[in-house]
């Protein structure tokens, strides 16, 4: 991955405390920024295929909507971890999953639209995968804002 232009450098220090909500909010969104749309979107797209950015999209809070959500973890053979991954993420509820380098290899957030489902996807993965999903509800929330220096 390369180091990160002013342009977006700006961009991602813009976008992640909110986007317009409009009929053309990529137009809107690129005027604060003093870009075009074409350009944001272009750099946007850039910054995801490079890997500087994992995904662009909205952060739903699933508590707020009625719903629940917890982050699991599991131990997860090194032979076995795109399998696994594989179906660990084939189930609608897991919003996004990530390696770390641990015991606890593999580290996924379950969302659904109540709370017993979270037990329930849990449950279908350890069987599924024959692996112990540690489930970690949370119990406090924390905001870690994200900035990229000049």
Same mark, same amino acid.
């Given at each position: 991955?390369?180091?990160?232009?002013?342009?977006?450098?700006?961009?991602?220090?813009?976008?992640?405390? !909110? %986007?317009? &909500?409009?009929?053309? +909010?990529?137009?809107?969104?690129?005027?604060?920024? !003093?870009?075009?749309?074409?350009?944001?979107? #272009?750099?946007?797209? *850039?910054?995801? @295929?490079?890997? #500087?950015?994992?995904? %662009?999209?909205?952060?739903?809070? +699933?508590?707020?909507?009625?719903?629940?959500?917890?982050?699991?973890?599991? #131990? =997860? +053979? #090194?032979?076995?971890? @795109?399998?696994?991954?594989?179906? =660990?993420?084939? *189930? +609608?509820? &897991?919003? *996004?999953?990530?390696?770390?380098?641990?015991?606890?290899?593999?580290?996924?957030?379950?969302s659904a639209e109540r709370e017993?489902?979270?037990? @329930?996807?849990?449950?279908?993965?350890?069987?599924?995968?024959?692996?112990k999903v540690w489930p970690m509800?949370?119990?406090? @929330?924390? %905001?870690?804002? %994200?900035?990229v220096e000049a």
């Open positions: 991955m390369s180091a990160l232009s002013d342009v977006d450098r700006r961009i991602v220090n813009a976008l992640q405390g !909110g %986007f317009p &909500i409009s009929p053309r +909010p990529y137009a809107e969104a690129a005027a604060t920024l !003093g870009l075009d749309e074409e350009t944001l979107i #272009a750099r946007l797209r *850039h910054l995801v @295929e490079t890997g #500087a950015a994992s995904r %662009f999209g909205p952060l739903w809070n +699933p508590e707020k909507l009625g719903g629940a959500v917890c982050l699991a973890a599991m #131990a =997860v +053979p #090194a032979d076995r971890f @795109e399998s696994v991954a594989a179906q =660990v993420n084939a *189930h +609608p509820e &897991i919003a *996004h999953n990530y390696e770390r380098e641990n015991t606890l290899n593999m580290w996924f957030v379950v017993a489902r979270i037990g @329930e996807v849990i449950a279908e993965i350890g069987r599924e995968t024959g692996l509800p949370k119990e406090e @929330e924390y %905001f870690v804002g %994200f900035r």
